[in-house]
Each structure stands twice: as C-alpha cells, then as structure tokens.
C-alpha cells in the first residue's frame, strides 16, 4: 500500500501501546487542531459558530517534551508521515502539538514515550555518534527500517520495535483528526446539503448492500 493509504488504515485502529481511548484522541484534536466546527453539534440552527482556535503552529512550546525529544518527535513523526503532493507532513499537521498534549493530559503514556525517545537517540548515539535528529537523512531510515518490521527486526531493537510501532499510531491519530488530515481523507461531512440523493451506487456496491 502507499504510506498515505496505510496510515489511514492505522488511524481506524485501536491506539496500541497508549493507554488512551478513541474519546481522548478525539479530546485532544479539539484542543489542539481547533475542530471544533466539525463537530454537529457546534453549528445548531440559530447559534453562532465557535470562536477558531489559534492553529497549532502557534502553540509551539512543548510543556512535556525536553528540547532534545521535541525535535526527534518532529523528525521522527515525518519521516513516519511526509509531506508529499497531496498534504502537508506530520509536523505541517501539529502531531508534536497533538503528542504534547496526551502526554501531559494523561500521564500514564509519559514513561512509554520518553523511554522510546531516548532509546531511540541512544541507537543513534551508538550508530553514529549523534542524537537521531542530528543524524544524516540516510543514517535515520537506517533505525527505521529496523524498527518498522516487527517480523524482520533483530532481538535487540525489540524495545524500539514496540516504541516505534505505538509512535507511528499515534502520529496517524494525530494527522488524520487534523485540518490536513481531514481533508487528506477527504472527508465530506457535516456539511449543508440542497438535496439528498442517497448513496452512491459505487459505496453500495463496495459494502455489498442495496
């Protein structure tokens, strides 16, 4: 599958590894992506829509993350979803924002990630003298694609496997309940209609039923 097409499918599975449940991500895109006007129940007939959040860009100062772990997250959550042709990156998105947030609204998923961040910058250390976002472009893939092959990996990058596995999902939880996520989905709701027509032959057709 394209990165893009199996991120989207990570974003429909449970939160593995986070001890988070799918309200609490949702909780959190709120907060931090300001989506409030997707949400029904913010544009009742006669009220007036919610003040816009500032975007996450503008929340930059991490309360949780060291200097050092708030740019590997940034590095690490794009290498795991890029900008391409299509959308912007993880970090364009605010998924260190996002990541920021649970870790400091529910704390039983802090040791997991400063464990795996520093474990992480150790492999990078010892690979290679530096911290991994000081690394080279071609020396971090080379972690990488240590780590994101459970079947593949070696014992000894068993403690990154499991790190990097709940990171890239939480980094799809994060970019795809985002402004540019959404619309990377192409998702189409709550929205006004004229007319409804029914469902598209093409999605009955996909889901077998008429």
């Known amino acids: 599958?394209?990165?893009?097409?199996?991120?989207k499918l990570l974003a429909t599975l449970p939160i593995g590894g986070w001890a988070l449940?799918?309200?609490?991500?949702?909780?959190?895109?709120?907060?931090?992506?300001?989506?409030?006007?997707?949400?029904p129940q913010q544009h009742a007939p006669g009220q007036q829509p919610p003040v816009a959040?500032?975007?996450?860009?503008?929340?930059?100062?991490?309360?949780?993350?060291?200097?050092?772990?708030?740019?590997?997250?940034?590095v690490l959550a794009d290498i795991v979803i890029p900008r391409?042709?299509?959308?912007?990156?993880?970090?364009?998105?605010?998924?260190?924002?996002?990541?920021?947030?649970?870790?400091?609204?529910?704390?039983?998923?802090?040791?997991r990630m400063r464990d795996g961040l520093g474990w992480i910058n150790a492999e990078s250390?010892?690979?290679?003298?530096?911290?991994?976002?000081d690394a080279t472009a071609p020396d971090r893939l080379l972690i990488v694609d240590d780590l994101?092959?459970?079947?593949?990996?070696?014992?000894?990058?068993?403690?990154?496997?499991?790190?990097?596995?709940a990171f890239r999902d939480l980094t799809a939880s994060g970019?795809?309940?985002?402004?540019?996520?959404?619309?990377?989905?192409?998702?189409k709701g709550n929205?006004?209609?004229a007319a409804w027509t029914g469902c598209p032959s093409s999605a009955e057709n996909h889901l077998k039923v008429s």
Do not use: C
């Open 1 to 7: 599958m394209e990165r893009r097409e199996m991120m």
């Open 21 to 39: 449940t799918h309200t609490e991500i949702a909780e959190a895109a709120t907060y931090v992506h300001g989506l409030d006007e997707f949400d």
């Open 53 to 74: 959040r500032p975007p996450a860009a503008a929340r930059v100062a991490p309360k949780f993350f060291t200097a050092l772990e708030w740019r590997t997250v940034a």
């Open 84 to 111: 391409d042709a299509t959308s912007g990156s993880a970090t364009d998105a605010g998924v260190p924002q996002f990541m920021d947030f649970v870790m400091n609204e529910y704390p039983n998923n802090q040791a």
């Open 125 to 133: 250390r010892t690979r290679f003298g530096v911290p991994f976002p």
């Open 148 to 165: 994101a092959w459970p079947a593949k990996a070696k014992p000894q990058h068993a403690a990154g496997v499991r790190f990097f596995s």
């Open 175 to 187: 970019f795809f309940t985002s402004r540019i996520g959404v619309k990377d989905i192409g998702f």
């Open 191 to 193: 929205v006004p209609q």
